[in-house]
T-cell receptor, first 112, second 117 residues
Framework: QKEVEQDPGPLSVPEGAIVSLNCTYSNSAFQYFMWYRQYSRKGPELLMYTYSSGNKEDGRFTAQVDKSSKYISLFIRDSQPSDSATYLCAMSGDNYGQNFVFGPGTRLSVLP | GAVVSQHPSRVICKSGTSVKIECRSLDFQATTMFWYRQFPKKSLMLMATSNEGSKATYEQGVEKDKFLINHASLTLSTLTVTSAHPEDSSFYIC?????????????FGPGTRLLVL
């Protein structure tokens, strides 16, 4: 079993749709959970950074962490064509990057 | 599944010394590898694209002579931080691009934490 699993997609949705992106993981030591957005030929841009379980909202983005199920989600409301990118989940055991693991990424296309 | 390793995972060095970081694709061949730098709670900054058998392509603002990249084989790329200074302290992450079944996927290494004293 891979340490972090993420559906690679591609995922295509119409503009305005609510997008749900998910990752599952196996290592219960992960405490910090991140979502990155990566455009082609660019470095991953940090979107959300959460610690332990719970929800965090920032504009159109909501991150959810359920440590009991080892499951994290990123929701994008009112999706826009500019949201088309690859979304990577990542997690770490501490705040200093120890045991830092990325998911393979989900490619999202938002169609106008 | 595809795995990318980095060595060392952590390194502490004195100012002025050089440090080499290795990035290996363990079960696939990667013609292209990428090197990133990350500051705490920040996005990953793409430093350079490393192509097997040719010179690396550096992003604007990244010093080529400071950060030497070598991609000698399809499974190994190295980043050497030359004459390291405290401001070079950071988290360096590599990724390798895999092409399989017509799909391109990027796999990230676990990162190397560099601390320059």
């Amino acid at each position: 079993q891979k340490e972090v699993e993420q559906d690679p997609g591609p995922l295509s949705v119409p503009e305005g749709a609510i997008v749900s992106l998910n990752c599952t993981y196996s290592n219960s030591a992960f405490q910090y959970f991140m979502w990155y957005r990566q455009y082609s030929r660019k470095g991953p841009e940090l979107l959300m950074y959460t610690y332990s379980s719970g929800n965090k909202e920032d504009g159109r983005f909501t991150a959810q962490v359920d440590k009991s199920s080892k499951y994290i989600s990123l929701f994008i409301r009112d999706s826009q064509p500019s949201d088309s990118a690859t979304y990577l989940c990542a997690m770490s055991g501490d705040n200093y990057g120890q045991n830092f693991v990325f998911g393979p990424g989900t490619r999202l296309s938002v169609l106008p | 599944g595809a795995v990318v390793s980095q060595h060392p995972s952590r390194v502490i060095c004195k100012s002025g010394t050089s440090v080499k970081i290795e990035c290996r694709s363990l079960d696939f061949q990667a013609t292209t590898m990428f090197w990133y730098r990350q500051f705490p709670k920040k996005s990953l900054m793409l430093m350079a694209t490393s192509n097997e058998g040719s010179k690396a392509t550096y992003e604007q603002g990244v010093e080529k002579d400071k950060f030497l990249i070598n991609h000698a084989s399809l499974t190994l790329s190295t980043l050497t931080v030359t004459s390291a200074h405290p401001e070079d302290s950071s988290f360096y992450i590599c990724s390798a691009r895999s092409l399989g079944q017509g799909k391109e996927t990027q796999y990230f290494g676990p990162g190397t934490r560099l601390l320059v004293l």
